[in-house]
């Protein structure tokens, strides 16, 4: 149940652009994404529900494709302090009260 | 404002000993999950407490795993009998509501079980 997250990392250098997906092989009713800078705990970025709604609060966009059962994470003219880990975590049912299952997770490096 | 806190940040124990990990989340925040971490993987769910109720438990490992929050606000992880497959990194998050909220992810504990 656990989602599968592609690319595994991704090297870019900075003002470049990035897609990191995030698919599930059962319904979805929500998708998470978080940041993860080494040694730091994970970080909020996005939540996007079914029926559309996105609830953010940063200039990372995403998608969620819910008859696919796929998210994507789009990195915009990518900054330094981009680089990190991402996780996709997904709920399945509007009564699961934020019961994440995260995926392994997307390692980003942004060089100079 | 303060953060999710948690404590300790490393706890190094002797097999077959028990320990507490504990929770302090965002002052009222009604949500409460606890994950663990494997070096390089995303968190895996153990449970979650809305108020002082454990709404599922599902994740914990086995039945040396057990977690309360007696009051709604402060919450421990109990392990007992601890073995070597418990190393981890165990952390806490909190949100502000119950349901597709931002989740508020704290320091962690290290655990090692030597």
């Known amino acids: 149940q656990q989602p599968v997250q592609s690319p595994q990392a991704v090297i870019l250098r900075e003002g470049e652009d990035a897609v990191i997906n995030c698919s599930s092989s059962?319904?979805?009713?929500?998708v998470h994404w978080y940041r993860q800078k080494h040694g730091e705990a994970p970080v909020f970025l996005m939540i996007?529900?079914?029926?559309?709604e996105q609830k953010g609060h940063d200039k990372i966009s995403a998608s969620f494709n819910e008859k696919k059962q796929q998210s994507s994470l789009y990195l915009t003219a990518s900054q330094l302090s981009y680089s990190g880990t991402y996780f996709c975590?997904?709920?399945?049912?509007?009564?699961?009260?934020?019961?994440?299952?995260f995926g392994a997770g997307t390692q980003v490096v942004v060089t100079p | 404002g303060a953060g999710v806190s948690q404590s300790p940040r490393y706890k190094v124990t002797k097999r077959g000993q028990d320990v507490a990990l504990r929770c302090d989340p965002i002052s009222g925040h009604v949500s409460l999950y606890w994950y663990r971490q494997a070096l390089g993987q995303g968190p895996e769910f153990l449970t979650y407490?809305?108020?002082?109720?454990?709404?599922?438990k599902s994740g914990l490992p086995n039945d040396r795993f057990s977690a309360e929050r007696p009051e709604g606000s402060i919450s421990t992880l109990t392990i007992q009998r601890t073995e070597q497959r418990d190393s981890a990194m165990y952390r806490c998050?909190?949100?502000?509501?119950?349901?597709?909220?931002?989740?508020?992810f704290g320091p962690g504990t290290r655990l090692t079980v030597t």
């Open positions: 975590g997904t709920e399945q049912r509007s009564d699961s009260w934020g019961k994440l299952q």
């Open positions: 998050a909190s949100s502000d509501g119950q349901g597709s909220y931002e989740q508020y």
């Open positions: 996007l529900l079914k029926g559309g």
């Open positions: 059962k319904a979805l009713y929500s």
């Open positions: 407490f809305n108020y002082e109720a454990q709404q599922d």
